[in-house]
Each structure stands twice: as C-alpha cells, then as structure tokens.
C-alpha cells in the first residue's frame, strides 16, 4: 500500500511552488521575509507538533503505513513540515497576489513589521 500521506505531503509543496511559477508569479519565494516567515513557522511548529506527537502521551496519531516513518527531531513525522510549509506559501502568496493594488508602496511596511 502506497503511503498516501508522504506522497500527499510531497506533492503539496511542489503544486504551491508550480502555481507560484505558472500562474501567480508574486515574487514572493524571493524575498528575505518569506524565509523568514517560514523560519518562524518552524520555530513555533516544532514544539507544538513535537508535544502533539509525543510517545509518552500521544495526541496525534498517524496511520504508520500511510507515513514515511521518518521522525525529526523528536517524534514529528517529516511529512508534516511539507504540507506546513505548503500551508503558509499558499496562504502568503494568495495574499500576495489579491491584496489591492494601490495600497501604496510593496503592501505597507509598518503594517508587515
């Protein structure tokens, strides 16, 4: 049986990453405040999702057969870090792209501060 949940977890980085290339073309993936976003992201998720999936008492349970089997750091089944990162590109850049366009400058930097 297929692990659909890694197969999933990959894909879904790679379709957020092709529609910023073909269609939404923000620019965004460039910039130094993405990867930072993303650093955040990280620097919040590990500890929450390490608590959640904890062996000692596990809050989140995964289908083994459906995962890669691969934990780090402590017991977060790798899959997760790929739909997170999807989950935050996607949203960053749909507000990206829609937000208006004479908002005046790149957005408003005291607002993104």
Known sequence: MAAEYTVAAV??????????LAVLR???????????????????MVPVDGWLTRPDATVVHYAEEQISGIRAPWHIPVEDY???????TLTLLLWQRLRPADGG????????A
């Open 82 to 88: 790929g739909f997170g990162l999807a989950l935050i």
């Open 26 to 44: 923000t620019g965004l993936l460039r910039t130094a405040r993405y990867w930072l976003t993303v650093a955040i992201s990280l620097a919040f």
């Open 105 to 112: 400058g790149d957005g408003g930097e005291a607002r993104d």
């Open 11 to 20: 894909a879904a980085p790679v379709a957020v990453l092709a529609l910023e």
